[in-house]
């Protein structure tokens, strides 16, 4: 009995996907693999963060690690835990790897890398409206020239306001809590399905002939092409993507400390993120 409720539930959890992930063809894959893909997906933090090379989510990824052969190791924010969860779903006998090293340090109690979430510093938002559509789960509110706030309780901590923020006033701050199992998974669904009500709206949004604010970010210009079909962003695209957006982050605070005191070293290492941009 309970098989059969997890094959429904793994069933339903890839149906009516947005538009987005239309190009994976799921629904033509055999139903064993589709059911790996789901509970691999189910596993996944969905913080949709794109730090496992996906910019477009937990779900590509897990789709990349079934039908590729993808290290199952990547998802940052998961750490050991989900890496090790993964190598059991594909293969109870398959050595787990270790999980890919985060910026932020081990949770003692999780073993995943420590929550971080966004805040905005209110007195040195412009209101420019950049970082909004950058947020894969909205938690970001605020309207053009007026100062914008962040739903700390809805954040994923997936960084992906920091870069598009043009006066660097978006700090992340840990944050510490233990869940229980039902509620991480509990927290998981929602986040999954904040992310798809998100792909849909802008779907919506791309496709009004009405709407004349620009594609700003890469997981909106997949679905531009997606709905259009006329372009086809790859994966090196969308990784290239991804680290130019970080290395001008780097580059920005780096020339704001610059402008208040030179200093040669990070002169050097300014010099040296220019040039790797420049390559992108």
Same mark, same amino acid.
């Not at 990349?64 to 993808?70: L, S």
């Not at 927290?187 to 791309?206: F, G």
């Given at each position: 009995?309970?098989?059969?409720?997890?094959?429904?539930?793994?069933?339903?959890?890839?149906?009516?996907?947005?538009?987005?992930?239309?190009?994976?063809?799921?629904?033509?894959?055999?139903?064993?693999?589709?059911?790996?893909?789901?509970?691999?997906?189910?596993?996944?933090?969905?913080?949709?963060?794109?730090?496992?090379?996906?910019?477009?989510?937990?779900?590509?990824?897990?789709?990349?690690?079934?039908?590729?052969?993808?290290?199952?190791?990547?998802?940052?924010?998961?750490?050991?835990?989900?890496?090790?969860?993964?190598?059991?779903?594909?293969?109870?006998?398959?050595? =787990?790897?270790?999980?890919?090293? $985060? +910026?932020?340090?081990? %949770? @003692?109690?999780?073993? /995943? &890398? *420590?929550?971080?979430?966004?805040?905005?510093?209110?007195?040195?938002?412009?209101?420019?409206?950049?970082?909004?559509?950058?947020?894969?789960?909205?938690?970001?509110?605020?309207?053009?020239?007026?100062?914008?706030?962040?739903?700390?309780?809805?954040?994923?901590?997936?960084?992906?306001?920091?870069?598009?923020?043009?006066?660097?006033?978006?700090?992340?701050?840990?944050?510490?809590?233990?869940?229980?199992?039902?509620?991480?998974?509990?927290?998981?669904?929602?986040?999954?399905?904040?992310?798809? =009500?998100?792909?849909?709206?802008? $779907? +919506?949004?791309?496709? %009004? @002939?009405?709407?004349? /604010? &620009? *594609?700003?970010?890469?997981?909106?210009?997949?679905?531009?092409?997606?709905?259009?079909?006329?372009?086809?962003?790859?994966?090196?695209?969308?990784?290239?993507?991804?680290?130019?957006?970080?290395?001008?982050?780097?580059?920005?605070?780096?020339?704001?400390?610059?402008?208040?005191?030179?200093?040669?070293?990070?002169?050097?290492?300014?010099?040296?993120?220019?040039?790797?941009?420049?390559?992108?």
């Amino acid at each position: 009995m309970q098989s059969t409720m997890n094959k429904n539930s793994n069933h339903i959890r890839l149906t009516n996907l947005p538009i987005l992930f239309d190009s994976l063809k799921i629904e033509t894959l055999p139903a064993d693999v589709q059911e790996k893909i789901a509970r691999i997906d189910g596993s996944l933090p969905q913080t949709q963060c794109g730090l496992c090379d996906h910019a477009d989510g937990c779900l590509p990824y897990a789709v990349a690690i079934v039908m590729d052969g993808e290290p199952h190791n990547k998802c940052v924010p998961g750490g050991q835990p989900v890496a090790d969860t993964i190598a059991q779903i594909i293969d109870a006998d398959m050595p =787990t790897l270790s999980a890919e090293p $985060s +910026k932020w340090p081990l %949770d @003692s109690t999780s073993q /995943r &890398p *420590v929550e971080v979430r966004a805040v905005i510093r209110e007195d040195d938002c412009i209101g420019c409206t950049k970082c909004i559509p950058a947020c894969p789960v909205d938690a970001i509110v605020g309207t053009g020239k007026h100062m914008h706030t962040i739903f700390t309780d809805l954040c994923t901590g997936c960084e992906l306001c920091i870069a598009p923020c043009p006066v660097d006033c978006i700090d992340l701050v840990t944050v510490e809590r233990t869940l229980s199992t039902p509620e991480r998974t509990l927290e998981q669904e929602d986040l999954r399905q904040r992310y798809h =009500t998100h792909l849909n709206r802008v $779907s +919506k949004q791309l496709a %009004d @002939s009405s709407n004349s /604010r &620009p *594609v700003v970010s890469m997981v909106e210009a997949k679905l531009n092409n997606a709905a259009s079909q006329s372009l086809n962003i790859s994966e090196a695209q969308a990784k290239n993507t991804i680290a130019a957006a970080k290395l001008r982050s780097k580059i920005k605070k780096l020339e704001k400390q610059l402008s208040v005191r030179p200093n040669e070293s990070k002169q050097a290492e300014l010099n040296e993120l220019k040039a790797e941009l420049a390559q992108l």
